[in-house]
T-cell receptor, first 115, second 113 residues
Framework: AQKVTQAQTEISVVEKEDVTLDCVYE???????LFWYKQPPSGELVFLIR??????QNEISGRYSWNFQKSTSSFNFTITASQVVDSAVYFC????????????FGTGTSLTVIP | DAGVTQSPTHLIKTRGQQVTLRCSPK?????VSWYQQALGQGPQFIFQYYEEEERQRGNFPDRFSGHQFPNYSSELNVNALLLGDSALYLC????????????FGPGTRLTVL
């Protein structure tokens, strides 16, 4: 079974629109970590955020915000006022203490911001 | 502060050959993980090295092997290459093998003909 599901394969928005990328995870572990990475066309994964399972506070960093809800096993990512430079593939990942903290990645969401 | 580096950038091999990919971790990191990313897919965990030992392994055959050196750098070896091994191979480093953030290198694009 897929541990991380990113149901949105591709999203296109017009510049300055807000966009939310969904991430649903599955785990029985009580200690786990959630991550978001950005992969531009160059291929290198760029770290965006890390959240542990005991901290459900939402976080805002500039135009980026994250909504962590354990009740629905979701860790969604919102970009406000999108820009062309936000165009990339975004990956959500899960790391569980019980499985040695290996990373499980979703299949990614390809975001295109149209100028 | 140097980030994660990988070499080579691109590689073309033929079926049955062997390949070695190299990775130097971010300064201060002692744990290296390797991932395979097929086109259009998310990265798949191959294995993780810490203190020169393989600590965790994903669902990959024994043709995939690795090594970590005393300076924390690492190699990924793939024997008897198959067409399906064509992918982007990513190296990530972290401080300790726990749930720490993993920082990724630019990857090595392997093409098997």
């Amino acid at each position: 079974a897929q541990k991380v599901t990113q149901a949105q394969t591709e999203i296109s928005v017009v510049e300055k629109e807000d966009v939310t990328l969904d991430c649903v995870y599955e785990t029985r572990d009580t200690t786990y970590y959630l991550f978001w990475y950005k992969q531009p066309p160059s291929g290198e994964l760029v770290f965006l955020i890390r959240r542990n399972s005991f901290d459900e506070q939402n976080e805002i960093s500039g135009r980026y915000s994250w909504n962590f809800q354990k009740s629905t096993s979701s860790f969604n990512f919102t970009i406000t006022a999108s820009q062309v430079v936000d165009s990339a593939v975004y990956f959500c990942a899960l790391s569980e203490a019980d499985t040695g903290n290996q990373f499980y990645f979703g299949t990614g969401t390809s975001l295109t911001v149209i100028p | 502060d140097a980030g994660v580096t990988q070499s080579p950038t691109h590689l073309i091999k033929t079926r049955g050959q062997q390949v070695t990919l190299r990775c130097s971790p971010k300064s201060g990191h002692d744990t290296v993980s390797w991932y395979q990313q097929a086109l259009g897919q998310g990265p798949q965990f191959i294995f993780q090295y810490y203190e020169e030992e393989e600590r965790q392994r994903g669902n990959f055959p024994d043709r995939f092997s690795g090594h970590q050196f005393p300076n924390y750098s690492s190699e990924l070896n793939v024997n008897a290459l198959l067409l399906g091994d064509s992918a982007l191979y990513l190296c990530a480093s972290s401080f300790l093998p726990g749930g720490d953030t993993q920082y990724f290198g630019p990857g090595t694009r392997l093409t098997v003909l």
